[in-house]
């Protein structure tokens, strides 16, 4: 286990169990479909990755590049979009492919960015959701896991842009991203 890591939050097994049960469900729900996984770089590439492969479709996929943390550990607030969507939105089932759902300002400013582009459905698939006790703006449509409010990263999550290639979720050990 990497040193700067508190412990391990989801296995790599469990990721694998998880995100193959998912692509089942997504299989079933869109028979005789042929719906979009839209990646939201930089965090979900992992995830988008393994759930296309879990899925039994003929599916697309996209990438849109979205940024609210930068360097930071806090959400900005505001999400400002690098990279739109390549294909045509419009009368398209669209799944946004999402790694964390956290304060939700990226979920619910794409999900309304999108909406008004009138795909035929837009849904979210979410890795994990963090339980911040409060009431977010948008709940995912399908997730693999629930997480307490801890700094978590791997699988896809950074902090300052490391740890994305670690294979499970570890929870940071608290000194990595404080001054104190
Ligand atoms: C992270 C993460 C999600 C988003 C979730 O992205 O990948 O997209 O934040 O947080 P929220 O629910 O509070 O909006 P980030 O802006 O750090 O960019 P990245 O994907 O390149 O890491």
């Known amino acids: 286990m990497n040193c700067d890591i508190e412990r391990v939050l989801y296995t790599e097994k469990e990721i694998r169990e998880a995100v193959k049960s998912l692509g089942e469900r997504i299989t079933c729900d869109y028979a005789g479909k042929a719906p979009v996984l839209l990646c939201i770089l930089k965090g979900s590439s992992v995830f988008h990755a393994d759930l296309m492969r879990a899925i039994d479709l003929p599916c697309e996929i996209d990438f849109l590049v979205a940024k609210s943390y930068g360097m930071s550990a806090q959400s900005s607030g505001k999400l400002r979009i690098l990279k739109e969507p390549d294909i045509d939105i419009k009368n ?23 909406s008004l582009k009138e795909p035929a ?42 740890y994305r290639n670690l294979p499970y979720v570890g929870v940071l050990k608290k000194e990595i991203y404080t001054d104190n």
């Open 92 to 114: 398209r089932d669209i799944i946004i492919v999402e790694d964390i759902l956290d304060t939700a300002v990226t979920l619910s400013t794409l999900i309304h960015t999108l």
């Open 121 to 162: 459905s837009l849904k979210t698939a979410v890795f994990l959701d963090k339980n911040l006790g409060i009431k977010k703006p948008v709940k995912a449509d399908y997730k693999c896991f629930d997480a307490e409010n801890e700094f978590l990263v791997g699988y896809g999550l950074d902090y300052a842009e490391r």
